[in-house]
Nanobody
């Protein structure tokens, strides 16, 4: 079983930055792809970013390319999402995700509880 715990959400003004972190425990999380999804009020959950087990391959939704950066600390089984130039439309609950394979785009196996990100205009 894999456990995922997010941190780093909060309230920020448009144009500002936040860094989300997700600490993973359990085996074999070190071999899993990890990533982030988000769900805004009244909308479906959508993919944001993914990184493979080695950190060598990353994937982003078109809406966040150039503004959000995913990274991974393999030794600590932690994944980060650096969010810059935030927009009000980035407001959502952000969920950490993990699963086998090279990416979590197709549907992760494990989910975190989520952390709220609110961007004010």
């Amino acid at each position: 079983q894999v456990q995922l715990v997010e941190s780093g959400g909060g309230l920020v003004q448009a144009g500002g930055s936040l860094r989300l972190s997700c600490a993973a425990s359990g085996r074999p999380v070190g071999l899993y792809a990890m990533g982030w999804f988000r769900q805004a009020p009244g909308k479906e959950r959508e993919f944001v970013a993914s990184i493979n087990w080695s950190g060598g391959n990353t994937y982003y939704a078109d809406s966040v390319k150039g503004r959000l950066t995913i990274s991974r600390d393999g030794a600590k089984n932690t994944v980060h999402l650096q969010m810059n130039s935030l927009k009000p439309e980035d407001t959502a609950v952000y969920y950490c995700a993990a699963g086998p394979g090279n990416t979590v785009v197709g549907g992760p196996r494990f989910w975190g509880q989520g952390t709220q990100v609110t961007v004010s205009s």
